[in-house]
């Protein structure tokens, strides 16, 4: 136990179905980051929230939305998405972001998506 | 934008044999983490290094921080099979990771 919880921890979608990933932490953190895993890329980032303020959008495309409400909480919203979606989507939050950031980061377990 | 590479991609070594990931970044970076994921696993914290030319160890573990603050290393001594897992390193400026080093060990 990380102390930062995805669900579901799997999940099958067909390409017209709009799903949403939650993940959760307990670690008093500030920052929170989604990481897309993909044998093509391993870890590629895609949103960092510090503060509950996007900071960082790594050219992903819209049918991806985050969602922060609050700063123990971290969305990402999914809609058409393609089956080169597929992957493993790891959440991660840290104390800090960026050149502010001072401790490591915690990740998730990830969730396993499929798009058929 | 930064960059983060890592070499070599793959590495399969004799339990027992050493072994060493490098990472280059493009960019100078203010410090440096690495995370270790086992197969099927998440990504876990290992260490970060701050200063020029920082060397820390954590038992046969050895990490170094370049002077020049834009490269990395992650030696291991003697691996064994619970060494098994993919090593990525991380600038932490945009925690942006580099393409990661999957170690295999064969007993």
């Known amino acids: 136990e990380t102390g930062v919880t995805q669900t579901p921890r799997h999940l099958v979608m067909g390409m017209t179905n709009k799903k949403s990933l939650k993940c959760e932490q307990h670690?008093?953190?500030?920052?929170m980051y989604w990481y897309k895993q993909s044998a093509k890329k391993p870890l590629e980032l895609m949103f960092v929230?510090?503060?509950?303020?996007?900071?960082e959008n790594n050219s992903v495309p819209s049918r991806f939305s985050p969602e922060c409400p609050n700063s123990s909480h971290l969305f990402l919203h999914l809609h058409t998405l393609q089956p080169e979606d597929s992957a493993l989507y790891l959440c991660?939050?840290?104390?800090?972001?960026?050149?502010?950031?001072?401790?490591?980061?915690?990740f998730g377990q990830g969730t396993r998506l499929t798009v058929v | 934008g930064q960059q983060v590479m890592q070499i070599p991609q793959y590495q399969h070594v004799q339990e027992g044999e050493d072994f060493t990931t490098y990472c280059n970044s493009s960019?100078?970076?203010?410090?440096i983490q690495w995370y270790k994921q086992r197969p099927g696993g998440h990504p876990v914290f290992l260490i970060q290094?701050?200063?020029?030319?920082e060397v820390k160890k954590q038992k046969r573990l050895t990490f170094q921080f370049g002077e020049a603050k834009k490269n990395s290393s992650l030696h291991i001594t003697a691996t064994q099979t619970t060494d098994v897992g993919t090593y990525f390193c991380?600038?932490?400026?945009?925690?942006?990771f580099g393409t990661g080093t999957r170690l295999q060990v064969f007993p």
């Open positions: 991660a939050s840290s104390q800090g972001a960026g050149r502010d950031m001072n401790t490591e980061a915690f």
């Open positions: 670690l008093g953190h500030n920052a």
């Open positions: 929230y510090s503060l509950e303020e996007r900071v």
């Open positions: 960019t100078t970076l203010s410090n």
């Open positions: 290094l701050v200063k020029s030319g």
């Open positions: 991380s600038g932490t400026d945009k925690l942006i």
